[in-house]
């Protein structure tokens, strides 16, 4: 017997892990939406429609056609996901074997962590999730390319001086994949603001490049006396582009107030000095998603919410 599929009437939405909190409050405060719904485990279905379009950051992939599926064995699971596309990736909440058993029949999807730099493919990949042994929800169309809208790199242990490189890692790859832009090489000339420990003047620095680091505190002992390292303590947002520029990439993961990166951010693209920026936005206490806009508005640029980020959204720019 062949499985039965019907249209599932409303989108889902899978929030990043520990961050259903944050999730619900940008339902509440950016889109006005209750947030009430059904709950598949972690995985949201609405009563209130989001705007056509939208996708919350903290969402790490939304459902946008999603189907009920209805079968008997496993090979009609699979049928019916290989009749709609070939890349699938599950969400398993309940019925984990019957799940693994689904995947196996299925194209293989690399799940696990994998080395950087990641070719994110440019193409949505399927979800899907058992409600129980013979009832499924699936979309083909996501919001994400990545296996339930996660990169998992593999990690160095030993030799990053901080976990935040990660961060730079994932939100470069993000970038070649967004914007089609070259990682930083051993050409390149970088700015780190607020470098210290150090992690992402190391992600740089084994890329090849040349590194700027600014920081009121030094960096690791490991970086400092690097020949691609230049290491000033200062504060790194009063210098000005045309006194120590141009760079290929300025990043920053300072900890300041949204507002003040703003203005840093648009200073530095109006200067001509940088077609390249990666940024951390920190946010405090309750979100001023006006102020978010304004950073998603800046043209060549996007904001996301980063598998490694924390309470925490990235803005990356690359113009020609």
Request: hydrophobic fraction near 35%.
């Amino acid at each position: 017997m062949s499985a039965t599929v019907e249209p599932f009437p409303k989108k889902l939405y899978l929030p990043f892990p520990e961050l259903t909190a944050h999730f619900d409050d940008e339902l509440s405060q950016r889109f006005g939406n209750s947030g009430e719904g059904t709950s598949y485990g972690e995985l949201r279905a609405l009563d209130q429609s989001l705007p056509e379009g939208s996708v919350p950051y903290w969402c790490r992939t939304a459902m946008l056609e999603p189907y009920l599926v209805h079968f008997d064995s496993i090979k009609d699971a699979s049928d019916a996901l290989r009749n709609m596309q070939r890349s699938w990736a599950p969400y398993a909440f309940t019925c984990f074997r019957r799940i693994s058993l689904i995947q196996e029949k299925l194209p293989h999807v690399n799940v696990k962590p994998r080395p950087f730099p990641v070719d994110i493919p440019n193409s949505p990949i399927g979800l899907y999730t058992l409600l129980d042994e013979h009832t499924m929800l699936c979309s083909a169309k996501t919001s994400s390319p990545l296996p339930c809208g996660t990169l998992s790199l593999v990690e160095d242990h030993e030799n990053p001086p901080s976990r935040a490189y990660l961060k730079l890692q994932e939100a470069l790859c993000v970038a070649r994949n967004r914007f089609g832009v070259d990682l930083p090489h051993e050409k390149s000339r970088c700015f780190d603001a607020g470098a210290c420990p150090g992690g992402w003047t190391w992600v740089l620095v084994q890329l090849g490049a040349s590194v700027f680091a600014v920081d009121r505190s030094p960096l690791d002992d490991r970086l400092m006396n690097l020949p691609q390292v230049e290491f000033t303590a200062h504060d790194a947002f009063t210098f000005e582009p045309d006194d120590i520029g141009p760079f290929d990439w300025v990043c920053s993961d300072v900890i300041c107030y949204p507002e003040r990166l703003l203005e840093w951010v648009k200073k530095w693209i109006a200067s001509g000095k940088t077609k390249r920026m990666i940024c951390t936005i920190k946010l405090q206490g309750s979100t001023d998603w006006n102020l978010i806009s304004q950073f998603a508005a800046i043209p060549d640029s996007i904001v996301l919410h980063l598998s490694y980020n924390k309470h925490e959204l990235t803005f990356i720019h690359c113009s020609e």
